[in-house]
């Protein structure tokens, strides 16, 4: 069965840093763009950022940029997403998601979910 | 870059059709053919319902169509189902290399 599950989530303060993972079952991540959409709290997602599969070319939204990094690590079937100069609007759900084809598009395939709450 | 412009909410009777609109720019619906619609129960992640404008994934029922014109796609949904009852999403692939959503739209099934 094919399964993202996510982890890394939690309560920061404004200005910290955190670190999301998301790991991979049933399917090889590395044949795969890879995405991280986030959803505020009574909002809809947000796209945040995307890994392309051959190249890892890596494209940002703007409100992310700089300041969040998205990253895989194929031999562990793993997407991460490092997050410095967190600030209170970046509090939401972290989603990872699987385009089945394609860049950007198409996400076939979701985790569950991470909280992360940026609050002092 | 703001958001799709998708209406609030729609509601049907079951068994009734209802469509869902999503209207953007010639910058990105008017100007590829990469529109999805995803559906979403409350606390679960979002699942894809149509991907490139029309095509159903594996699993999806075919109560579910998906259309483009111009600027603005639309989500069908035939036969409506007490399941049916969600927010749905429309997203759009940008000429900026960006993706955008919409604001959502909670259908109701009266």
């Known amino acids: 069965e094919v399964q993202l599950l996510e982890s890394g989530g939690g309560l920061v303060q404004p200005g910290g840093s955190l670190r999301l993972s998301c790991a991979a079952s049933?399917?090889?991540?590395?044949?795969?763009?890879m995405t991280w959409v986030r959803q505020a709290p009574g909002k809809g997602p947000e796209w945040v950022a995307t890994i392309t599969s051959s190249d890892e070319r890596t494209y940002y939204g703007d409100s992310v940029k700089g300041r969040l990094t998205i990253s895989r690590d194929n031999s562990k079937d793993t997407l991460h997403l490092q997050m410095n100069s967190l600030r209170v609007e970046d509090t939401a759900v972290y989603y990872c998601?699987?385009?089945?084809?394609?860049?950007?598009?198409?996400?076939?395939?979701w985790g569950q979910g991470t909280l992360v709450t940026v609050s002092s | 870059q703001s958001a799709l412009t998708q209406p609030a909410s729609v509601s049907g009777s079951p068994g009734q059709s209802i469509t869902i609109s999503c209207t953007g720019t010639s910058s990105d619906i008017g100007g590829y053919d990469y529109v999805s619609w995803y559906q979403q129960h409350p606390g679960k992640a979002p699942k894809l319902m149509i991907s490139n404008v029309s095509d159903r994934p594996s699993g999806i029922s075919n109560r579910f169509s998906g259309s483009k014109s111009g600027n603005t796609a639309s989500l069908s949904i035939s036969g409506l189902q007490a399941e049916d009852e969600a927010d749905y999403y429309c997203?759009?692939?940008?000429?900026?290399?960006?993706?955008?959503f919409g604001g959502g739209t909670k259908v109701t099934v009266l």
């Open positions: 049933g399917f090889t991540l590395s044949t795969h763009a």
């Open positions: 997203s759009s692939y940008t000429s900026r290399t960006t993706l955008i």
């Open positions: 998601a699987r385009s089945f084809r394609g860049v950007l598009i198409n996400f076939d395939c």
